[in-house]
């Protein structure tokens, strides 16, 4: 007998999901039941944070392109402390590439201050 | 350097957020709309870096700047009037000063739509005893400095209020290596989504304190510690079970008030459970061709219904300004039992309409009863105050002088 409980986070209802010998039960959608599954295997998450930019005060935000393993997350944001993005970007733009091999990209378009 | 001066607009909407935008939008398909915003385009949007805008209307779950650059691209594209680094500083009739790079602006307008969102409650207004030294923010203000300027508002860090955007700050902070000592509630549930609880807080195992508080806040000029306590059913600390904690930052993130010192300048009705405009359906409020929407109404957790109001509130400006639109003030909605408020607080009465309201108290397998010529029911497996419950009711019936609304067991 094995008994788990999970909330699924990938949308704002947050099911809670009991799975009991193998059965999925309480997710709404398909979504939560693969949320499941990947929680047990290798729980992955989008991280959003900032970067900086060359020559300006203020941050991008961005986003990894994919979700990337927990337990890498802290790396992540140890190789992005580092990274410098250069204006103008566009959302989307690619701004650096982790070690993990999922990109970091913009996640709004950003143009020089005008002097 | 005086390219102010005087012009007149079909429409003006003041605040550029999700809600202004979606209305400037709307609006721009009957007349010519001016857009102001005293900061940039965006709103409070720009400093939620987070993803989770966006799942009802994008189907996918965006961060705030993406869900806020696809309304801004758009409203560039609709050739609407946009000023940024314009404030609003009074309202007078139909006629508007705002002052701006160019100057001061003095605009006359045919409708208003009111959008400026809301604004954080702060240390006065939760009556957090102690001394005043630097280290205390509220948790937009410590979102800011961190997404947007790149700055840390502390190493060790206490957070009061499990709210959304506390949850989101503990996340945040942590990430950029500051230790989040615990979040403090002085509520038995926490008040923001269960997602967040378990992304936010579980993810990184910082603790949640239910029943807690700060009792006192101690330091000469910066920050030294808190003191927390537990507290009773009354939500009155309990002796004996003060606990000192060493940290340099406090952030209060203990919720938000609309922002409406423009609409009660104007003579805008506020409802004072809301703390926002009472409005119609159409989001008309009390003065004639003055519409609110978003944030300014009432605190909104999701943003895709901030956005629906916003063209709600665009459209029917639009017809005001070309003189489509009928002004009715037929019933009004009541909030009954374990009811704290609801929007709209006023019905034309002759449409389907969407209600928006929140509970007092979490409730399991319960009716929400519509009663007004009819009685329309629904039923729930829970009702959290933390999340606003939408109910779409038929117009039949709500063609009644009185409607009420009870959630009950
Ligand atoms: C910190 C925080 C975190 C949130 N997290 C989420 C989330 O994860 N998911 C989600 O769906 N929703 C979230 N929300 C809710 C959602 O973002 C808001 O409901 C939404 O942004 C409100 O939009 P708005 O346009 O009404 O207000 P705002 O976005 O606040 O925009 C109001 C605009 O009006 C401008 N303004 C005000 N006064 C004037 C004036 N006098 N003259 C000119 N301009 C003026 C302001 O500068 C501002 O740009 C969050 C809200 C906050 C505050
Ligand atoms: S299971 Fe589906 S409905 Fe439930 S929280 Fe997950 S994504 Fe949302």
Redesign the interface.
């Known amino acids: 007998m094995s008994k788990a409980e999970f909330?699924?986070?990938?949308?704002?209802v947050?099911c809670?999901i009991i799975v009991e010998n193998e059965e999925i039960m309480g997710n709404e959608c398909k979504r939560g039941e693969e949320y499941v599954i990947q929680e047990m295997k290798n729980a992955k998450?989008?991280l959003?944070?900032?970067v900086?930019i060359e020559g300006e005060?203020?941050?991008l935000?961005v986003?990894s392109d994919g979700e990337i393993p927990?337990e890498l997350?802290?790396d992540c944001?140890r190789e992005l402390a580092k990274v410098k993005a250069r204006l103008p970007v566009k959302?989307g733009d690619v701004i650096y590439k982790t070690s993990t091999g999922i990109n970091i990209i913009a996640?709004?378009?950003m143009e020089k201050k005008q002097e | 350097m005086f390219a102010g001066g005087k012009m007149k607009a079909g429409i003006v909407v003041i605040g550029g957020g999700p809600a202004g935008l979606a209305a400037s939008l709307k609006a721009s398909e009957y007349t010519d709309v001016m857009l102001l915003e005293r900061d940039e385009l965006g709103g409070i949007l720009q400093q939620c870096i987070h993803d989770g805008f966006g799942n009802f209307i994008f189907g996918k779950m965006l961060t705030g700047p993406e869900y806020a650059e696809h309304f801004i691209e758009r409203a560039r594209d609709a050739g609407i009037d946009i000023r940024v680094g314009t404030t609003v500083l009074q309202v007078e009739g139909k006629k508007i000063v705002a002052s701006g790079s160019d100057g001061i602006l003095e605009i006359e307008t045919k409708a208003i739509v009111l959008a400026m969102g809301c604004r954080e409650r702060s240390r006065c207004q939760i009556l957090i005893p102690g001394t005043r030294p630097a280290g205390i923010y509220t948790a937009g203000t410590a979102q800011r400095l961190i997404n947007v300027e790149g700055v840390m508002p502390g190493r060790k860090v206490v957070i009061l209020g499990s709210g959304d955007v506390g949850l989101m700050m503990a996340r945040r902070l942590t990430l950029e290596g500051a230790e989040v000592e615990g979040v403090y509630e002085i509520m038995p549930k926490p008040g923001g989504l269960i997602r967040n609880v378990v992304q936010c807080l579980h993810d990184y195992n910082i603790p949640l304190h239910l029943c807690h508080t700060v009792v006192d806040i101690k330091g000469k000029k910066r920050l030294e510690g808190v003191v927390v306590a537990k507290v009773n059913e009354a939500m009155k600390p309990i002796k004996g079970t003060e606990r000192f904690i060493p940290c340099d930052c406090l952030i209060l993130a203990v919720g938000l008030i609309p922002e409406n010192e423009l609409s009660r300048q104007i003579g805008v009705a506020i409802d004072s459970r809301t703390q926002g405009p009472i409005v119609d359906e159409r989001m008309e409020t009390s003065v004639e061709g003055v519409f609110a929407c978003g944030n300014v109404v009432h605190v909104h957790d999701l943003v895709d219904d901030v956005t629906i109001a916003g063209e709600i509130a665009g459209e029917n400006a639009g017809k005001y300004a070309i003189g489509e639109f009928e002004r009715i003030r037929k019933g009004k909605v009541i909030a009954g039992e374990n009811v704290r408020y609801v929007v709209p607080q006023i019905l034309r009465g002759m449409e389907d309409v969407t209600s928006y309201l929140r509970v007092e108290k979490e409730m399991e397998n319960v009716k929400l009863i519509v009663s007004g010529k009819k009685t329309f029911e629904k039923k729930y497996r829970i009702v959290r105050p933390a999340e606003m419950v939408k109910v779409k009711v038929n117009a039949d019936i709500l063609t009644s002088n009185e409607v009420r609304i009870d959630v009950k067991s």
């Open positions: 909330i699924c986070i990938h949308c704002p947050g809670k998450r989008i959003t944070t900032t900086f005060q203020r941050m935000p986003k927990k997350i802290k944001m959302r996640t709004r378009s």
